[in-house]
């Protein structure tokens, strides 16, 4: 990594970390995975797929009227497969597919400033900055590909990240130990 690529330096408040990236498709795609209303959405997509499969094999082999007939028709079927499919495609490459059409909005390919230090967490680029304070954090997960910290926002939950190829290898212990400090639930995977 360049050096004027990130900066670390000590202010007034603690202990402050700067880092430069331009995001790539993959973040997007694994933002969405991230996302806790997306993890639910999969979950949900799971179980009415398995409802869904479980019931188009009883009623095609096994349920069966008095003349030993299968009791599903094609209306029936229709509607487990208008039901399923939806499900199936979530499971299948929403987050990707999402991840893909994220990508394609110039704003979010722009090179990204994000800051952590003892006040909060900021994203900042040419077409905006966001912003919270470390307070309203809620809880923060650590995985191979980057740190994402989520702040509560009505029924969901934005997220804020951080690529690890953004990050020098020597300042990643850096990074975890400012997040830790901030926010009380922190995952490792």
Same mark, same amino acid.
């Given at each position: 990594?360049?050096?004027?690529?990130?900066?670390? %330096?000590?202010?007034?408040? $603690?202990?402050?970390? &700067?880092?430069?990236?331009?995001?790539? *498709?993959?973040?997007?795609? /694994? =933002? #969405?995975?991230?996302?806790?209303?997306?993890?639910?959405?999969?979950?949900?997509?799971?179980?009415?797929?398995?409802?869904?499969?479980?019931?188009a094999v009883l009623?095609?082999?096994?349920?069966?009227?008095?003349?030993?007939?299968?009791?599903?028709?094609?209306?029936?079927?229709?509607?487990?497969?208008?039901?399923?499919?939806?499900?199936?495609?979530?499971?299948? %490459?929403?987050?990707?597919? $999402?991840?893909?059409? &994220?990508?394609?909005?110039?704003?979010? *390919?722009?090179?990204?400033? /994000? =800051? #952590?230090?003892?006040?909060?967490?900021?994203?900042?680029?040419?077409?905006?900055?966001?912003?919270?304070?470390?307070?309203?954090?809620?809880?923060?997960?650590?995985?191979?590909?980057?740190?994402?910290?989520?702040v509560p926002n009505?029924?969901?939950?934005?997220?804020?990240?951080?690529?690890?190829?953004?990050?020098?290898?020597?300042?990643?212990?850096?990074?975890?130990?400012?997040?830790?400090?901030?926010?009380?639930?922190?995952?490792?995977?």
């Amino acid at each position: 990594m360049a050096e004027e690529n990130h900066a670390t %330096g000590v202010t007034d408040t $603690g202990l402050r970390l &700067a880092y430069d990236f331009v995001p790539e *498709r993959s973040d997007y795609v /694994a =933002v #969405l995975r991230a996302m806790p209303t997306m993890r639910a959405v999969t979950v949900l997509s799971w179980l009415v797929l398995a409802v869904v499969l479980t019931l188009a094999v009883l009623m095609s082999y096994f349920l069966v009227d008095r003349d030993g007939e299968p009791v599903a028709d094609r209306t029936d079927l229709m509607i487990l497969l208008v039901l399923g499919v939806p499900a199936a495609l979530i499971l299948l %490459g929403y987050s990707r597919l $999402g991840g893909h059409a &994220a990508w394609r909005k110039p704003a979010n *390919r722009e090179p990204v400033r /994000a =800051v #952590l230090d003892a006040d909060g967490f900021s994203h900042a680029g040419p077409s905006g900055s966001q912003s919270f304070r470390w307070p309203i954090a809620s809880r923060a997960r650590e995985t191979t590909e980057a740190y994402y910290v989520y702040v509560p926002n009505g029924l969901f939950s934005l997220v804020y990240w951080l690529p690890k190829r953004a990050v020098p290898v020597d300042e990643q212990v850096l990074v975890r130990a400012q997040i830790q400090a901030h926010v009380g639930r922190y995952k490792l995977r």
